[in-house]
């Protein structure tokens, strides 16, 4: 299969910060993947590049067989993480105005615009303008300005963001109805669940540096961490029960889990899975014990460092202020 | 080529073809002169001068209560009336002579001058009633109150004993602050000194009615002041009706051509205000646009169908229309307004061309430094740091409207005509005036200069607007903005 991406030694850097730092990644026609990584780890650079709004400074982007976006833009869809919409344009003429300056042929434009709304459960909005659409409605709207001219590559910068459970649903299933239909397409989340769900292939960058890079079921296996979730019945004692699983063959270490009365226990690589379960169950009584699986987020914590995440970092400084807040209370 | 004429048909719709800006650039100007129209159409049909006049004549031998009786005489208005339109006639046939126009044209032209002018040559019904002289004016002013009486007009021999050293010109002096005659009415007036005399009228009756019988007073005066000294009032109007015209004629060095006065000596003024504003009114739509696409974050969402450069050229070619509609509308109406009063044949059409290319320079330069400022900012008030050096350039042709007014051919005119932030509109201004000649190789060669400085200009707005338009957050100064210009 042809590659649909295929970016070698890129590199862009903004004044002294290397936001992209030869980068090589290809993305196969016809796949659907993810693109993740920490908030500033420069995903929306690469996409800019990929776009060519951004050159980059080192290396080559070709993408869908030519050597620059903009030899291809009438074939790609584009969703920016910066998006918006006229707002006092009607919601139909912005359409159709994208999906023009796309190059599509004005006849039939109308109807197309009108099933498409259809299909996002937007029906009745064609002649309102764009201002009395609710956040939700005009997401839906950009994303089909984004699609409008059934572009082969897709690519969407935080497609869900800001969206509520019902619409994420419906957006999935629409870029999995999308992907059904051949096209490649890559979306950049936070949301791990979601490109867990969604994607054949995952791409992680951080600092600008790629650091993963395969399909779901690889990356699980390289990063499967093999561990036991147990939680043992009450009365036997919680420590006597983390002692003699401790004792089983294969087990490395055993540690009390984040969630209250479960025991973790990480095990040897070459251990024995399924020989080490039926050690413990012998041993002691456990109300429950399973294999956990690695999940994405297991695996971005690996990664990625606390300090890398402007989110993590700013979510622990938030928490060390709240906690002064209460301190500040109880003394009054 | 496709995508840019998307781009510039939709900037110039979502301008051109809102209420907002029908009713700000197209009916609001309409109004008015419509609204102008109308009311000078009404003024026309005012109500006849009729009523009862009353002369208190305390003049020696009364001659001027019964002069007044006879200016006021059915028989004898239809007598001046006559006379006045033989010589419309005589005027209109030389007139149309000269313009080359038939006869009824110019009549009909004079016709409504004169009556936009107030002129009437409809008979009044004055009922002059003449009054002894001793009668106690308190008495007659109540007939003016209750409105029984227009007005009441008391002459003496005040009015008549006239200091020889005071002269007072006929004529209304073309400006006014300089007649020297005006302090000295207002002085006669205040004090009742000689040659005035009492007119006392109730609030019902019309400004212009009172003209006209003030009008009559002053007639029978002065006649009466002629006789007075030995001259027949007759000889006396008939040889101040005797025309002194000047023939000028301006000296060039490609020859020689006639000049007129008039509306040519606002012709400068009128092209350099058509031209800013037209040229104000697209670059401003350039900035508010490129600033809403940027704040309502539809920017990046544009940039992923077209590139910077085609944006960026569609918007100024939409917006340029906008300007040039707006150029069209009002030049539109000013013709409209020339050719109602008869001053068609002063418009300069020959220079219609060229104001349309030194739109195209002048849009080209404030359009796209409008533009790049709106990409570099993310709010208005960012933008007012941006702002003082464009405003500066906006400022400077009319800080030269004046010199270059009084010298178009000066060394400062020349100069600035080969500045391309002044050269435009010092063009415009220079060519409007019909006794300046601008050589052909000065006119070629100011355009090939403005064209140069468009296309600098709109190279280094590219370069800003390629940088700005996805920037967002701190806004840039001036000199961030010439960085990106280096670096981009």
């Not at chain 1, 399973?290 to 928490?319: I, K, W």
């Amino acid at each position: 299969m042809s590659d649909a991406i295929e970016i070698q030694g890129v590199t862009k850097r903004f004044r002294e910060k290397v936001a992209v730092d030869r980068l090589d990644l290809r993305v196969p026609a016809g796949s659907l993947c993810g693109f993740l990584g920490p908030n500033g780890a420069g995903k929306t650079t690469t996409i800019r590049m990929i776009m060519s709004i951004f050159l980059p400074d080192e290396g080559s982007i070709r993408v869908l067989g030519r050597a620059s976006a903009v030899e291809s833009k009438d074939r790609i869809g584009y969703l920016p993480e910066e998006r918006g919409v006229y707002r006092k344009m009607k919601v139909g003429e912005f359409l159709e105005y994208m999906a023009v300056l796309k190059g599509v042929d004005r006849t039939g434009l109308s109807a197309k615009v009108d099933s498409w709304l259809e299909r996002v459960a937007l029906p009745d909005v064609r002649k309102k303008r764009c201002e009395e659409l609710s956040k939700g409605m005009q997401q839906k709207v950009q994303f089909l300005a984004a699609i409008i001219h059934d572009p082969e590559l897709i690519i969407l910068d935080e497609p869900f963001s800001g969206l509520d459970p019902v619409n994420a649903r419906l957006m999935r299933a629409l870029i999995e109805e999308l992907h059904r239909e051949g096209r490649t397409i890559i979306f950049s989340t936070h949301v791990l669940h979601s490109a867990e769900q969604l994607c054949s292939r995952i791409f992680m960058i951080n600092k600008g540096k790629k650091i993963l890079d395969g399909s779901i079921d690889e990356i699980r296996s390289q990063f499967d961490p093999k561990t036991l979730v147990i939680e043992p019945l009450e009365g036997d004692g919680f420590d006597g029960a983390a002692e003699s699983i401790r004792r089983v063959a294969g087990v490395q270490s055993v540690f009390h889990a984040g969630q209250r009365g479960t025991l973790e226990a990480r095990l040897t690589d070459r251990a024995d899975v399924g020989g080490v379960m039926r050690d413990i169950v012998s041993g002691a009584p456990v109300r429950r014990l399973e294999l956990r699986r690695a999940t994405l987020e297991d695996v971005f914590v690996h990664l990625v460092d606390p300090g890398d995440s402007e989110d993590v970092l700013r979510a622990m400084l938030s928490e060390r202020g709240a906690t002064q807040g209460l301190e500040v209370n109880a003394d009054a | 080529m496709r995508k840019i004429l998307t781009i510039a048909v939709r900037e110039f719709r979502s301008t051109a073809l809102t209420k907002a800006f029908l009713f700000g650039a197209v009916v609001f100007p309409l109004l008015i002169w419509g609204g102008m129209l109308g009311v000078s159409a009404m003024d026309f049909k005012k109500p006849p001068l009729e009523g009862k006049l009353v002369v208190v004549d305390a003049t020696n031998g009364s001659k001027l209560g019964p002069a007044l009786v006879q200016y006021f005489d059915p028989e004898a208005q239809k007598q001046r009336a006559e006379q006045a339109k033989a010589l419309i006639d005589q005027a209109a046939a030389q007139q149309a002579k000269a313009l080359g126009k038939s006869p009824e044209q110019v009549k009909s032209e004079i016709n409504f001058a004169m009556s936009a002018m107030g002129i009437n040559l409809e008979p009044a019904k004055v009922v002059v009633e003449l009054v002894p002289a001793e009668t106690d004016v308190q008495s007659l002013k109540q007939r003016t109150r209750t409105g029984e009486v227009m007005a009441v007009v008391r002459i003496d021999e005040r009015t008549m004993a006239l200091d020889p050293t005071l002269f007072i010109p006929e004529q209304p002096v073309a400006d006014e602050d300089a007649d020297p005659s005006r302090d000295l009415r207002r002085e006669l007036r205040d004090k009742g000194g000689p040659g005035t005399y009492e007119f006392i009228q109730g609030t019902q009756l019309r400004p212009d009615h009172a003209g006209a019988l003030r009008q009559g007073v002053e007639r029978v005066v002065k006649d009466e002041r002629y006789r007075r000294a030995g001259v027949e009032p007759m000889t006396v109007s008939a040889l101040s009706q005797l025309p002194v015209v000047a023939r000028s004629t301006v000296v060039t060095d490609t020859g020689e051509r006639s000049s007129s006065e008039g509306l040519t000596r606002m012709l400068p003024f009128i092209f350099l205000m058509l031209l800013y504003m037209s040229v104000m009114m697209g670059g401003n739509y350039l900035f508010y646009g490129t600033l809403e696409e940027k704040s309502s974050r539809v920017m990046e969402v544009i940039l992923s169908a077209v590139s910077a450069r085609q944006l960026l050229i569609g918007k100024m070619i939409g917006q340029g229309l906008v300007g040039l509609m707006v150029m069209a509308i009002y030049a539109g109406l000013g013709m409209a307004a020339a050719s109602r009063f008869n001053l068609l044949q002063q418009v300069p059409m020959d220079l219609l061309p060229w104001l349309l290319v030194y739109f195209i320079i002048a849009y080209g330069l404030i359009g796209s430094l409008m533009l790049a400022v709106g990409s570099a900012v993310t709010e208005i008030r960012e933008a007012q740091s941006l702002f003082t050096p464009i405003t500066i350039l906006i400022i400077l042709p009319f800080m030269l409207m004046i010199p270059v007014m009084q010298n178009p051919g000066s060394l400062l005119a020349r100069a600035a005509s080969f500045f391309p932030p002044t050269l435009p509109y010092v063009m415009v201004m220079r060519l409007s005036q019909p006794s300046h000649v601008i050589p052909l190789w000065e006119l070629l060669a100011t355009v090939l200069v403005g064209v140069l400085g468009v296309i600098v200009t709109i190279w280094a707005a590219a370069k800003v607007f390629r940088v700005g338009v996805l920037m967002y957050g701190k806004p840039p100064s001036f000199g961030t903005l010439l960085k990106w210009i280096r670096h981009a």
